[in-house]
């Protein structure tokens, strides 16, 4: 069974810094493309960063410079880093693994494995 699985959210203060973590199992990472999505309460869903399986970033048409994606294949996991959090960034957070590039990842649709989310709120 292929399944991806979001950690690392919780409550942060505005201005804090966090790293959400999405780990693959029942299948290896290394050929997938990744890419992280969140969803604000009352919001669509959008896409914040997704990374080739060769390690490449790309951005939304919306990026946001505060975020940074990462990937170690070894560990067969995925990573956001958001700094200086503000309360906007409230809402969860999902991975996605997807064999198409991040052009098509970015749109969040028909993508082969999601993860089940992880929720961040941010509030002091």
């Known amino acids: 069974q292929l399944r991806l699985v979001e950690s690392g959210g919780g409550l942060v203060q505005p201005g804090g810094s966090l790293t959400l973590s999405c780990t693959a199992s029942?299948?290896?990472?290394?050929?997938?493309?990744i890419g992280w999505f969140r969803q604000a309460p009352g919001k669509e869903r959008e896409s914040v960063l997704c990374?080739?399986?060769?390690?490449?970033?790309s951005y939304p048409d919306s990026a946001k410079g505060r975020f940074t994606i990462s990937r170690d294949d070894d560990k067969n996991t995925a990573y956001l880093q958001i700094n200086s959090l503000e309360p906007e960034d409230t809402g969860f957070y999902y991975c996605?693994?997807?064999?198409?590039?991040?052009?098509?990842?970015?749109?969040?649709?028909?993508?082969?494995?999601w993860g089940q989310g992880t929720l961040v709120t941010v509030s002091s």
């Open positions: 996605a693994a997807d064999m198409n590039p991040c052009s098509v990842v970015h749109s969040g649709t028909g993508l082969e494995v």
């Open positions: 990374i080739s399986a060769g390690g490449r970033p």
């Open positions: 029942g299948f290896s990472l290394d050929y997938y493309v």
